[in-house]
């Protein structure tokens, strides 16, 4: 696979996945076409050496897996996480006001607020209704084309914008959707029924009944600098971890009767807001599926001893405008290979050993690697890795793809480091042992 093969599918990924559930039904797209069974969880499951298999929970996780031969050889994982930090519609989100239509939202996540104004938005997500027959049933929605905006205060109205505008989430941040007339109503649901009906040609749509949906910027990726150098689109952090985790399974799946080990890709929601909920990394999914893979429970405890994680989520570039928000001799620079993440408080979960495994991985590729440690002044974030680690008993590493603007409504990457971070997991994924001797 060539460079830009590569990111051009990034791309087209990041686009047309402008929600974890659009995210997680493409991912299965590509898994069913790569020979992917998807698993039940209400039913039995079996499985075959080799075989190839996923399950998703909620339509928003999503975990793929081969089932190789040796169970001793233990799981190769990569973990990344399907959401992003977004502005979701209320429940009730109808506001009128001065002829305006709007709709009332709700900050999800760490989100950089200002970048959000003066914005094309869209809406997305899934709708859940009743049908003329009585049933439930929910089904995705995208609009695509810009509907809302969130227009900025003009400066002659606020004379100190550069000095000292500060965003009320709950009075700024209402999307104009359209004008309305003085006696003219108008009901978001009913909206969302007409999209559902657009969407699903001959859906037999009673009444929308909820919805969990986001507003994301229409405006698509693109390459970016003079020399294509950079990366510029939404919700980098964290799909280009499920992208470069798919296509690292994927590329091992297709070397799967070569005797591989177990490989598993594991993309859990929630992670932005603590990934505490059924299908977030702090929940059972994981360790659900690892119990029917392995039912046997001395079994699974040793193969989750043979086994490691590589928890995928991007990493603070350096900025060169703010390059003294980092420490001297860990700051990232973009284009110059992905970066490990290390804290002595273990908000990151890499020790000695899974940072050496990395090291070694990507010296055998001749491909470069960069680490990073927060200011000992400043927080330091956290990720899937440690709550991973504190699950199940896992090895974990912590790594990730140097980024600006994380947390933006428009983020930007160097256009090398995914591809390099591809190409060490496709070999992570290919390694016959993990072991670590100690003498």
Partial sequence: MQLDFFNQGL?????????????VSNMESELIKAGFISLDESAEWTFKANGRYFVTRNGSSLIAFTVGAEPEDGVRMVGAHTDS?????????????????????EVYGGALLNP???????????????????RLASGLVDFKRPVAVIPSLAIHLDREANNNRTINAQKDLPVILTQLGENEDISFREILKSELQKAYAGAAVKKVLDYDLC???VQPPSYLGLNSEFIASARLDNLLSCYVGLSSLLNAANDGENGLPTTMLVCSDHEEVGSQSAEGAQGP?????????????????KVINASMMISADNAHG??????????????PLINEGPVIKINANQRY???????SLYRHLSEKLALPYQSFVVRSDMACGSTIGPITAGNIGVRTLDIGVPQFAMHSIREMIGSKDAFTLYKVLAQFFAEKSLKVDRI
């Fill in 215 to 217: 507003l994301y910027d």
């Fill in 116 to 134: 959000w104004f003066d914005r094309d938005l869209s809406i997305a997500g899934r709708v859940t209704f009743v049908d003329t027959e009585g």
């Fill in 11 to 23: 791309m087209s990924f990041l686009q047309h996945s402008p929600t974890p559930f659009h995210a």
């Fill in 349 to 355: 979960a890499t020790n000695s050993e899974t940072s």
């Fill in 85 to 105: 930090p977004c502005l979701k519609v209320k429940p009730t989100p109808e506001v009128k006001q001065k002829g305006f239509f709007q709709l009332g939202v």
């Fill in 318 to 331: 350096v900025h060169p405008n703010f390059s003294d928000k980092h420490d001297n001799n860990h700051g």
């Fill in 285 to 301: 999914f994981l360790m659900n599926v690892l119990e029917r893979i392995y039912p046997d429970s001395q079994q699974r405890a």
